[in-house]
Structure formats: structure tokens, C-alpha cells
């Protein structure tokens, strides 16, 4: 659910993602955060994802914090592009 939010989010914006991927913070050693992996043109940009906001997207509920962390990594792969 978390990816095509984040899909939703990249089109409004104008952004076509080539690839959403979300690393589990298990794999890293960090049990309470994930990585939300976003790439365009061999580009990538990352935002850090709490579970807590992991859970809540399972939920149903899509957070104003967590959008914007996902509006502003997207923000930086549109930047790096000019």
C-alpha cells in the first residue's frame, strides 16, 4: 500500500518512478525504521519510514509527515535532474 501511495504521490508531481522498493530495517539492524527506496532515470532518493507510519499505511491512514517525507525525497530526485 505504502508503494502505490507513493506512485500516487510521484504522479501528482509529475514524477514517473521507475521502481519503488521498501528495505527492511530488520536487515539493517534497526528494528523501528525502513527504508523507502524511490528511482527515476538512474536516480535514487530514500526516505526514512517509522513503523509506527508503516502501520498506520496498513491501516488505511496516510500521514501529512510521512507524505511530505516521501514529497521531499522526491523533490531532490527532480532537482538533481536540471
Do not use: P, W
Request: glycine share 8%; aromatic share 4%; proline share 0%.
Amino acid at each position: 500500500m505504502l508503494k502505490k501511495h507513493t506512485y500516487d504521490i510521484a504522479d501528482r508531481m509529475g514524477i514517473q518512478l521507475s521502481e519503488v522498493t521498501i528495505i527492511e530495517g530488520r536487515n539493517v539492524g534497526c528494528l523501528d525504521t525502513h527504508l523507502l527506496n524511490m528511482k527515476t532515470n538512474g536516480r535514487l532518493a530514500s526516505a526514512l519510514v517509522n513503523q509506527a507510519e508503516l502501520d498506520e499505511v496498513e491501516k488505511g491512514v496516510f500521514g501529512t509527515r510521512l507524505e511530505m517525507k516521501i514529497y521531499k525525497a522526491l523533490l531532490n530526485l527532480e532537482l538533481c535532474r536540471e
